[in-house]
């Protein structure tokens, strides 16, 4: 039997109990092996099998507790707008009730008996017909599964209140209690709309890059051209691309000149000029020209396939500290239930009057708030997720920048990440210039910086060959090129020098090339260092952090560097191994490394360190491999990581502080312990929706900073 595993949307949520509820929901489901539910992003991650639990099986067991289970992004867009239209409307209903009840609550006079009676079959009606729908019958669901949530206390207020009115009527009293009832379903309405449109603005970043995904193409044929599903088409394709529309694919332009803007990708406000030869991105727009492009990469790996799924999976992480808001939300609804009867009891111990005991225990249960403590921690991720995403820094998993903060240690490489990777040939000494051509073909194939440095200098002078070969690149040596009648070896000087010890090791950055027979080459080569990083290395010197540099390059230059930036130590001449063990080390001796870093490698030491970052245009490995990935010039995004990470804990704590000062002050003025203070349900509500959109407005400050 085949098991898979689907990532749908939720809509109905509205707590850190309520992803309970539909987790227990969903595990209950024959076929069903693990449900994992993330209630900032609307998100559940179910493993299950094919034959056994299908989509509408999972749909089904959500509905009765008024969850809707949804395939995908664009539908939760559409559903929620149906929803927050519906929210709307119902607002107003209970905002018309419970303004008359506010109103009966000033009269000098009770209504006459007949005329209270009609106010509360009214108020009754709206109340079941509002409330059942949105909280009663949600409650009710959870209620067994064994689920308490929010939708249990505002259901238990609602139903006191509705109680209490009708004891009032029967006592031959005015009844108006059920105001309160109506107070209640208003308040915590508009304070679920508000929430609700807030928490959507922390999924602007991902809906953006999705909406760039474009789902049909103009094919190529020898027939002619062709709108075909953009899914369907396969490496080798051609596609067409006119003014005004997003390329579908990641490929080599074929024919024609175009303008086209990258700004969405990668940061770049100007358009690009491009033509045959050069690659073009998913998601980026022809502003001017026609042109036909090969698709290079299959559709589902685009790098805006692979921008979506990485913030996609940053989103669905969990924080530390939410661990911590979760734990505290999941008792949190029955300490409240056993607060409101300590209460009662409480005012019946001191003799109060009935309905003040029964309005004290209904503020109870309103006022207390798990959504803020539920949504403290989710929502301050989401947008600083969102906030990295637009900034063209992309998140493997929201702890790496939770952490970064904490990083005592910054260790950076050198060559593409304190230098700017735009090295050039200073000098060339030939052995063997007729290798030229063969050489060129060779690094032209590499990502490394220095290669494409040499690539570009060779490039001036030479042609590369045509002929096919078989490439390999060793981290911290170089390549090997083999031919089908030579074999050339292209990297380090001391490398080479292990075939050939007659090679001069120069003291500068070089490159050297030989074959089996004979050195071909050797080439130095300079860099210009990203002074602009200065302020920001100062920073973090500043607030007591050490700053290495780990650089496989052995010559003086390294140090020269390390002196200009402010650099603590130097280690040079590291292998990739040699980094990674030096990190490890640090590590189990209790220090936090932050690595810096951008080629093939440095992949060892970006997976090795307490925070991985790769800077812009690193190796694909690279940017894989670390837990975040610039996407623009890295002497403006690092700092602004930096600053995003400290943001983001400093927000956090102020949410949680919030959520849990205002339970902790709020529920012994609710229960009437106060002298003096007395707080009605329907204040109470208020209090109550003003904590959760307290805690989401001061996560916006994340998005409206960056």
Known sequence: MAVVEATYKVVGMTCQSCAVSVQTLLEHVPGVQKAEVHFATQEVIVRHEADKATFEDLKAALAPAGYELLPDAPALLKAHKQYLRSLLKNILWAGALAVVGMGLHLLPMHLPYPMAVGYY????????????????????????????????????????SMLLGAVELYQKKHGHSVAAGAEILFFVLIGRYLEERARHRAQGILESLSMLAVPTARKVSSAGTENVPTASLAVGDVVEVQPGETVPVDGIIVSGDVSISESLLTGEALPVEKSIGDRVWAGTHVLLGTVRVRVEVPVQETFLAQLITRVQKAQSSRAKLQRLADRISAIFVPIVIGLAIATIIYHLWRGAEGTFIWERALSVLVISCPCALGLATPIAVQMAIGSAAGAQMLLREVAQLENLPHATVWAFDKTGTLTKGEAYVKEAHWYAPQEASYLLAAVRRSQHPLSQALARYLALHHSAVSEDFHFTELPGK?????????????????????????????????????TQERIVALFTLEDEPRIGLKPFLMKLRKKGRRLVLLTGDPSSVAETLADELGFDEVHKGMSPFEKAQWIDTQQKAGVRVAFVGDGLNDTLALQTAYVGIAVYRSAGAATQTAGIALLRDTESALP???????????????????????????????????????????????????????????????????
């Open 478 to 514: 170089g390549i090997i090129a083999t031919f089908s009648d030579r074999k050339l070896y292209i990297g380090s000087p001391r490398w080479i020098a292990e075939k050939h010890p007659d090679l001069p090791v120069p003291e500068t950055t070089a490159i050297a090339a030989a």
């Open 121 to 160: 079959v009214v108020s009754l009606v709206g109340i079941v017909w509002i409330g059942g729908r949105y909280f009663l019958r949600p409650a009710w669901q959870q209620l067994r599964i064994r689920q308490l949530t929010m939708d249990t206390l505002v259901s238990l207020g609602l139903l006191g």
């Open 640 to 706: 602004a990581l930096y600053d995003l990470s400290v943001r983001l804990r400093r927000i956090v704590m102020q949410n949680l502080l919030w959520a849990f000062g205002y339970n902790l002050t709020a529920i012994p003025v609710a229960m009437g312990l106060l002298p003096g203070i007395v707080l009605s349900p329907g204040i109470s509500a208020l209090l109550m929706s003003l904590s959760s959109l307290t805690v989401v407005l001061n996560s916006l400050r994340l998005r409206l900073r960056s």
